[in-house]
């Protein structure tokens, strides 16, 4: 009897974590995951199990899920809910605690989900953008201004990447003008595996003295990542594109182009951050004749404790192997500009 007793003493305390683990996750594949969810935030779903640990499931990969007791909810990222969820195998249901009817929800619809009597987390921010101005001037022997601003904003999510920006740059000595150019373009990047992207970029300038009226620029090809480290990060692209070029005082040129280019950066303790960029691009017919590459090589330094005041350091290149007649092939650029991030 003793033995029996502990027999099933031993057999009821195995059961207990498992019952107490009661929510129940079913992926598309029909696979079940039972455990204890934790939290959704971001299209991603945490889930603590007694035998593997803690899980990160995307919530598109996920058909339905049950929980055993009452949560935060949230399906606009703004209002509040606390209920329970079910999934009877057809349709996700979310039980509000209030006694109001139950919804019917698609998994991707629970943008967050929290423990009860927590409160509710903050959506992650998926835009975020940058701000640079650099001013220089000088009155009196000799009148000189300058000026060379640049904006960006880049919208970053679980499976793509969207980034904008428009810089200008003018100048003056003496009231004549020695430099008055415009540049805007994006480029989006759709992650299809954790290492390789698609991408399609494009780009509109105007420079004066370069003589373009309007350069345009468009290109679709692949990316991949080849270092993806908390403080240190390198991509590369290769693609195809378009190029047209109109000119005040010559001929419209266009051309099929190669395009190539990589993105590194190095966060040098909480002293720096070293940033690294170029982009090469060729006509198809003479790659090694024909083309045009632009280097920016920088350097961040906060200037504040929120990390949101900067000073940025740097120098950029642009050199045309076929310039217009009159114009240089290289032209530099040295820059100090105060920068906003938000």
């Known amino acids: 009897m003793i033995r029996n007793n502990t027999v099933l003493l031993f057999i009821a305390l195995s059961v207990l974590p498992i019952l107490a683990q009661a929510d129940e996750v079913v992926l598309q594949d029909g696979s079940r995951i039972v455990g204890t969810v934790v939290k959704i935030q971001d299209g ?17 990969s996920v058909a339905g899920v049950t929980t055993d007791s009452t949560h935060g909810v949230s399906l606009d990222n703004e209002t509040a809910e606390q209920g329970q969820l079910t999934y009877d195998g057809s349709k996700q249901v979310f039980m509000q605690g209030n ?40 009155d009196g022997n000799s009148d000189r201004f300058s000026f060379l601003g640049l904006t960006d904003a880049t919208r970053t999510r679980e499976q793509d990447t969207l980034f904008l920006y428009f810089q200008g740059a003018f100048a003056e000595d003496s009231g004549v003008r020695s430099r008055n150019e415009f540049k805007t373009g994006g480029r989006y990047e759709w992650n299809f595996t954790e290492k390789w992207s698609a991408y399609f970029r494009t780009e509109f300038e105007e420079d004066e003295f370069e003589s373009i009226d309007l350069r345009t620029t468009a290109v679709l090809g692949m990316g991949r990542k080849l270092l993806n480290k908390p403080k240190q990060t390198l991509s590369t692209r290769f693609g195809l594109g378009y190029l047209r070029e109109d000119f005040e005082d010559a001929e419209t040129e266009d051309e099929a182009i ?54 940025r350091l740097g120098v950029t290149h642009e050199y045309d192997d076929e310039p217009v007649e009159g114009i240089d092939r290289l032209d530099t650029t040295y820059y100090m500009n105060l920068v906003y991030d938000w």
């Open 258 to 311: 190669f395009d190539f280019g990589y993105d590194y950066a190095l966060q040098i303790r909480e002293i720096a951050k070293f940033t690294h960029n170029l982009t090469y691009y060729s006509a198809l017919e003479d790659p090694i004749e024909n083309f045009r590459m632009v280097i920016n090589t920088g350097t961040d330094i906060p200037l504040s404790n929120t990390e949101q005041w900067k000073l």
């Open 99 to 138: 006694e109001a009817k139950p919804v019917d929800v698609e998994p991707a619809e629970l943008l967050l989900l929290w423990p009860e009597g927590e409160d509710m987390p903050k959506p992650a921010r998926q835009w975020a953008g940058r701000a640079q101005l650099g001013i220089t001037g000088a």
């Open 44 to 60: 991603t779903m945490t889930l603590q199990t007694a035998h593997v640990g803690k899980l990160s499931i995307s919530m598109a």
